[in-house]
């Protein structure tokens, strides 16, 4: 996580009264990658989520604005803020009427950062991500289906599947995603908000196959009936990205569970070493 | 304000953790009327009006939850949550892109209601109200043009004017917005934001020739340049009110404004007979 030299760490908690005034110094672009809660934690505690996130978010602003720091890139939350789908791929003129609290929670940031941009004192991107994964998640984390599934296979575990599998997303492998912000962080053209995705939904049954397919073992499914916050379908069309940024998703689901495979085996194989001797 | 018998009068504070279990004791709707803010004082401090507004009215809701109340009218703002008209007259399909702080956070609080709505956990109805004036304002306040221009002419005082006074809006007269707020509490069809307006787009300088028709006198006009903050025209469109409340706005704006005139004399005259002597 340190390995590089331009790299600077600084530990503190987003939430408090950090001082984002340390942090910045020197910093010409901020890439705010921090969120306190996931879409499903978002829900039994509406206040916590705006504590952790929209106010903490708009007094990393503040500071920016005092030191005249003015790009910032926010990854929003393209799979909450528009809700259920109107209609496929979801651009983002789409109507955003999130079913869940943090979607309202990023698309408030969303719409402060847009105030800041047209009162001159911000220059702000937003990105609506659709469902990342990739080499670098948290295998005991439960967010992320693809590496979640994965890591319970590799585990001989059951996965959870609520509802009947025929729930759509649309993932983008992580490398993409990084493509996309740095393309993003020198962006001047006439846009504020991007849908950054690969267009192609897939349904969490066809994911299943997938991760069979890439570890050839079958995956024990455990049902649960479907939960009120998730969306049936969202894919999200690119267009905008692939014409202003000139950027383009490269690589295919299929490459991107085999890399995430690779890395999730190496990443255990490496943790076990570590391992005390028991 | 405590004339009727069925009035129960609570003093609290909104912002701090108040006790709505209290306040909400065999209550069967929630009109909440409480604003922090206005939308230039908005401007400045984003994490008050957060505080103030969003955090507190989230506490009000959970409680609202917990007790089983689940109708809340919610005063939302006509004036800001649209942002500069797209087209006119704004309809509640037109994007909300709020250039106001004041704006993102009522339009915030409308997202969260409609999270619990469609959660099935309260039954909300949002009004987004354009300008409304009338009897029973502070004189001394800043918030309505009206009322503001009628008491500097009653006090022989310049106004001041931000830009070329060509700024449109639709001002509603205080008794039509409270007949509004009655039909939405008891409204049980399926729509849950409604404009609650005139329709009609009225100039500052319309205003002014009105208010000085209204007094008989001149007002003396102290010009200022345009603040960033202040969309150019609002005015909305109420068809989806009149057709889905059965209401609409009974009185014509020199109807209103003669009301409000004869409201204000006799509130300056009951002041200065309360007044002391000096």
Redesign the interface.
Known sequence: MHASKSFHFFAGDFTTHADFSELLQGADIVFHLISTTLPNTSVDN??AD??GN??ST??LL?QMKKKGISRIVFPSSGGTVYGEAQYLPIDE?H???????YG??K??IE??L??FR??GQLDPICLRISNPYGPGFRPESPQGVIGAFLNKSLNNQPIDLWGAGDVQRDYLYIDDLIDAMIAAASYQGPHFLFNISTGIGTSLLEIIALVEQATGHPLVVHRHSSR??DVKSNVLCNARAQQELGWSPKLSLTQGIERTLQWLKSARKYSDSQAPNT
């Open positions: 509406t206040t705006v504590h929209l106010l708009l007094r503040e003129r109507p955003t009427e999130p079913i869940v609290p309202a929670t698309l408030a719409k402060y847009a105030i047209h009162a009120s916050f």
